[in-house]
T-cell receptor, first 111, second 116 residues
């Protein structure tokens, strides 16, 4: 079957770093997406990884290890506005981008 | 507008009634997806449309759920004889043409459905 796991909640202090892990077991793999979702709003795209390694985009970085079925999203220099749910999603072998989502990790940034 | 538009933003109805939820995708996007998100949960795939091909309905939870996409653009998700467990946020997403796997889905703000 297909399974995507990520922690339910993480708390960190403003200015700190937080790492959100995601492990997956899927029948096919065509890339992994991270989305950010503020309460009551639409998920917004953060990053895409298909090859092993680290992708950096400003304060956010995403890492992938295909052999381990593992990814993480790294948020640096945390700001209050980073308080949100972070969704890990895997694209299978369906070429039209059907995604399997994890339950999301709620990140709470405290002053 | 430039983004995915969904209507209504909120819908409250009585158990047993039928509801229709609408999605206007980004212009030119040929792939359209419907998801359901219950409180504190991840997104549950329902159905997707890919150009003129037959839709993938594998995520629809029961035969009370159906969806159409007319003219390759606007889509309507219909829930018949609603039940309280249908209460959730229904999200629509669209994706650009092509087979590049790195093309992300772009989401609307969703319709919050409450069944009394």
């Amino acid at each position: 079957g297909q399974n995507i796991d990520q922690p339910t909640e993480m708390t960190a202090t403003e200015g700190a770093i937080v790492q959100i892990n995601c492990t997956y077991q899927t029948s096919g793999f065509n890339g992994l997406f991270w989305y950010q979702q503020h309460a009551g709003e639409a998920p917004t795209f953060l990053s895409y990884n298909v090859l092993d390694g680290l992708e950096e985009k400003g304060r956010f970085s995403s890492f992938l290890s295909r052999s381990k079925g593992y990814s993480y999203l790294l948020l640096k220099e945390l700001q209050m506005k980073d308080s949100a749910s972070y969704l890990c999603a895997v694209s299978g072998t369906d070429s039209w981008g059907k995604l399997q989502f994890g339950a999301g990790t709620q990140v709470v940034v405290t002053p | 507008g430039a983004g995915v538009s969904q209507s209504p933003s909120n819908k409250v109805t009585e158990k047993g009634k039928d509801v229709e939820l609408r999605c206007d995708p980004i212009s030119g996007h040929t792939a359209l997806y419907w998801y359901r998100q219950s409180l504190g949960q991840g997104l549950e795939f329902l159905i997707y449309f890919q150009g003129n091909s037959a839709p993938d309905k594998s995520g629809l939870p029961s035969d009370r759920f159906s969806a159409e996409r007319t003219g390759g653009s606007v889509s309507t998700l219909t829930i018949q004889r609603t039940q309280q467990e249908d209460s959730a946020v229904y999200l629509c997403a669209s994706r650009a043409t092509g087979v590049e796997p790195n093309q992300p889905q772009h989401f609307g703000d969703g319709t919050r459905l409450s069944i009394l």
